[in-house]
C-alpha cells in the first residue's frame, strides 16, 4: 500500500526549530520528486520547498529561504524539511508529495501525505 506520512509537527515558539519528516512505504522516494507543501486557514495552498530525484536540484519559496533547508535520505525513504528561525506566519499544516518533477506547483504533484501541524506561538 502506497503511503506518505509527515511527522515532526508540533507547537514551537517564535525563533525555534522543527524539522519535519516525509517517509515512504510502498514505494521508492527516490524515484520521484518531493515538495512540501503548507495550508493556514483560510489561505491557499503554497508551495514551500522542493528536491530533485538525485537530490541535486533543490528550490524553496522566497518566504522560506535562508531558514528552510529540505534534504532526502535514501536509506531511511525519507525527506526532511529542516526549519529554522520559525515565524507565526508558518503556522500552517504541512504536506509532503511526489512527483516527476520537483517543483513548487501542486498540479506536478500525484500524491499526498495526510499532513503534519505546525505552530509557532509564544
Known amino acids: 500500500q502506497l503511503q506518505l506520512v509527515e511527522s515532526g509537527g508540533g507547537l514551537v515558539q517564535p525563533g525555534g526549530s522543527l524539522r519535519l519528516s516525509c517517509t515512504a512505504s510502498?514505494?521508492?522516494?527516490?524515484?520521484?520528486?518531493i515538495g512540501w507543501f503548507r495550508q493556514a486557514p483560510g489561505k491557499e495552498r503554497e508551495g514551500v520547498s522542493c528536491?530533485?530525484?538525485?537530490?541535486?536540484?533543490?528550490n524553496y519559496a522566497d518566504s522560506v529561504k535562508g531558514r528552510f533547508t529540505i534534504s532526502r535520505d535514501s536509506a531511511k525513504n525519507t525527506v526532511y524539511l529542516q526549519m529554522d528561525s520559525l515565524k507565526p506566519e508558518d503556522t500552517a499544516v504541512y504536506y509532503c508529495?511526489?512527483?516527476?518533477?520537483?517543483?513548487?506547483?501542486?498540479?506536478?504533484?500525484?500524491?499526498w501525505g495526510q499532513g503534519t501541524q505546525v505552530t509557532v506561538s509564544s
Open positions: 528536491i530533485s530525484r538525485s537530490g541535486g536540484i533543490t
Open positions: 508529495a511526489r512527483g516527476f518533477l520537483a517543483t513548487l506547483k501542486a498540479r506536478n504533484y500525484d500524491y
Open positions: 510502498g514505494f521508492t522516494l527516490d524515484y520521484y520528486g
